[in-house]
């Protein structure tokens, strides 16, 4: 079975500054990982996905995630810190059955939330 | 293109009561999962329908059901309400490899259910 955990439930930083949301992940198979964003009252958001392609991810506002195996880290990063970036943070992995095929199964991490100070 | 649609938006139920959510996908997507986020539990997977078949089913009980139809739009049943069920439920549709494999999933703003 697939989980994974966010180390930080709660991230401050300044505007300007670099943000980095941890993510370790469980996987008996090759997993599919993803960020997502949750802003207050809204769905949720694709920021970046993994899936065993390149190990450093770009995603959109500027994110980017990078793959370690050896660690099964899947960090969350962002040069500087913008005050839009004030949100909720879930990191993902795709339910892989035996032959990598997942089945709409998506596992959750408890969630980081981001606060961006002026 | 148009985003997933979750309707109603907000929705107030009594305890005992059913409700039916509706969830219309990204044009051309045949997955659909349900997850129901509250504040103590996070995000749980109910379940995934893919050409109107239920592929796969997480850990709530019989009350919780779905279904989805031919045009690929779901609807997720919840009967016997009980207070627990307050939560916000989203709806996920993703499109498939030709292997019925999902990639990513993209999410609707949800339906916040509130038991009274």
Request: proline residues 4%; charged residues 15%; aromatic residues 12%.
């Amino acid at each position: 079975a697939q989980s994974v955990t966010q180390l930080d439930s709660h991230v401050s930083v300044s505007e300007g500054t670099p943000v980095l949301l941890r993510c370790n992940y469980s996987s008996s198979y090759s997993p599919s990982l993803f960020w997502y964003v949750q802003h207050p009252n809204k769905g949720l958001q694709l920021l970046l996905k993994y899936t065993s392609a390149a190990t450093l991810v770009k995603g959109i506002n500027g994110f980017e995630a990078e793959f370690k195996k050896s660690e099964t880290s899947f960090h969350l990063t962002k040069p500087s810190a913008h005050m839009s970036d004030a949100a909720e943070y879930f990191c993902v992995v795709s339910d892989q059955k035996a032959g990598g095929t997942s089945y709409g199964k998506l596992t959750f991490g408890q969630g980081t939330i981001l606060t961006v100070h002026p | 293109k148009a985003g997933v649609t979750q309707t109603p938006r907000y929705l107030i139920k009594t305890r005992g009561q059913q409700v039916t959510l509706s969830c219309s996908p990204i044009s051309g997507h045949r997955s659909v999962s349900w997850y129901q986020q509250t504040p103590g539990q996070g995000l749980q997977f109910l379940f995934e329908y893919f050409s109107e078949t239920q592929r796969n089913k997480g850990n709530f009980p019989g009350r919780f059901s779905g279904r989805q139809f031919s045009n690929s739009r779901s609807e997720m049943n919840v009967s016997t309400l009980e207070l627990g069920d307050s939560a916000l439920y989203l709806c996920a549709s993703s499109p498939v490899f030709s292997q019925g494999a999902n990639t990513e999933a993209f999410f609707g703003q949800g339906t916040r259910l509130t038991v009274v």
